[in-house]
C-alpha cells in the first residue's frame, strides 16, 4: 500500500491563503548556511555548496591596539616602516529574484496540491530563507494572463510583498474570463525579470517549464551573465503515468480537454515518453547554460520533501 500523504496546514491543496504561506517563516531557520542550504538539501547533500557571505576590502590604516594582527598590510608595512593593518566591511545585502510560474500548465495536480500552490509553498520558504540571511527579496509572478513584480525588498516587508502578489496574481486565474488581458508567455516573463533583476542577483525559476521554448536561451544566457541561476522543475506523478487509478477520466489542460482511459497501459507509457521528452529537453538547456536543476514533486508536502531529501533524490515521486 502507498504511502498516503496529508496536506500541509492550511491549505485545501488549490486555492493559496495567506496563513498557508506565512508558516514558512518559522521555518527558514533550518535551512541557513554554513550549516546547510535549500539547495544542497535539494541535491541530497548533506555539506552545503552555498557561497557564505564575505568580506569586502574598505581601507588600510596605522595599526591600533586591539586589531587583529592576522588583518596587517606586510607591503605597506614594509614600504612606510609602520604597521599597517587592512579594514573590511560585510558585503552588502544579495538581492534574491524569484521567476514563479503559475499559468495554466501549473494548474494541475492529481495527488496532493496543484503544482501552482506547490510553486508558491517554495517561493515562500525560499522569501523567508533570503531576509533571514540579511538579502533582498523581490519576484516576477506569470499567470499567464498577467506579469505581476515585487523589486527586491528585505526584511520582513519582502517575502510579504511577494506573498501578497503570489495570491492577487493566483486569485486573478479564476477571475481570467472577466478580463480582456492578452496572454503573457514564459519568454515575456523571462523578459521582464530581466528588466527588473539587479546585476549580482541570486535567481530561482520555479516552474514545471512547460512553457518554456528553445529561443529562451538567449535571455536566459543573458541573465546568467551576471547573475546565479537555478532551475527548480515543479512536477506531478500523473504527468509520468504513475497513477493507481484504472478508470476513464475527463481530464484537460490550457489547449484542449479529452477522456483518457487509465486502465490502458498504452495511455500510461504514452505520457510516460512524453514526460521523458519533456526532461530531456530541460536537462539539455540547464546544462548547456550551466543552471542547476532541482525537483519538487506536487504530490508530497515540500517541508516532507526537504527533511528526506537525502534519501529521495530531491522529493522526486
Known amino acids: 500500500m502507498k504511502e498516503q500523504h496529508q496536506l500541509p496546514r492550511h491549505s485545501d491543496g488549490v486555492n493559496l491563503t495567506l496563513p498557508e504561506l506565512l508558516q514558512y517563516k518559522n521555518q527558514a531557520i533550518r535551512w541557513l548556511p554554513p550549516a546547510t542550504s535549500i539547495w544542497s538539501q535539494l541535491n541530497g547533500q548533506h555539506r552545503s555548496n552555498a557561497k557564505g557571505r564575505g568580506m569586502n576590502f574598505a581601507e588600510v590604516r596605522l595599526y591600533q591596539a586591539g586589531d587583529d594582527i592576522r588583518a596587517i598590510d606586510w607591503r605597506v608595512t614594509a614600504r612606510t616602516g609602520k604597521p599597517h593593518t587592512k579594514l573590511f566591511s560585510e558585503e552588502r545585502e544579495q538581492p534574491v529574484m524569484l521567476l514563479i510560474d503559475i499559468s495554466q500548465s501549473m494548474q494541475f495536480g492529481s495527488k496532493l496540491l496543484l503544482k501552482s500552490v506547490q510553486a508558491a509553498h517554495f517561493a515562500s520558504l525560499l522569501s523567508w530563507i533570503a531576509v533571514s540571511e540579511k538579502d533582498r527579496i523581490g519576484a516576477v509572478i506569470h499567470n499567464g494572463h498577467s506579469l505581476r513584480d515585487t523589486r527586491p525588498t528585505s526584511r520582513q516587508q519582502g517575502p510579504l510583498n511577494v506573498i501578497n502578489t503570489l495570491l492577487t496574481s493566483h486569485r486573478e486565474i479564476h477571475n481570467r474570463n472577466k478580463t480582456t488581458q492578452a496572454e503573457k508567455t514564459f519568454s515575456d516573463a523571462l523578459s521582464h525579470l530581466h528588466y527588473l533583476c539587479p546585476k ?37 506523478p500523473l504527468e509520468q503515468g504513475v497513477t493507481d487509478y484504472r478508470g476513464t477520466e475527463h481530464v484537460r489542460d ?62 522526486q515521486v
Open 254 to 315: 490550457s489547449r484542449q480537454s479529452a477522456w483518457i482511459d487509465f486502465s490502458s497501459a498504452k495511455t500510461r507509457e504514452k505520457l510516460s515518453h512524453h514526460h521523458m521528452q519533456h526532461q530531456e529537453f530541460i536537462r539539455d538547456m540547464a546544462r548547456s547554460l550551466a543552471i542547476p536543476l532541482h525537483h519538487i514533486s506536487a504530490a508530497i508536502p515540500l517541508l516532507q520533501q526537504l527533511v528526506s531529501a537525502n534519501s529521495q533524490n530531491g522529493g
Open 200 to 236: 549580482g542577483s541570486d535567481i530561482a525559476v520555479i516552474s514545471d517549464f512547460h512553457s518554456m521554448r528553445e529561443q529562451d536561451k538567449q535571455r536566459l544566457s543573458q541573465l546568467r551573465q551576471h547573475n546565479r541561476i537555478q532551475f527548480v522543475q515543479i512536477s506531478d
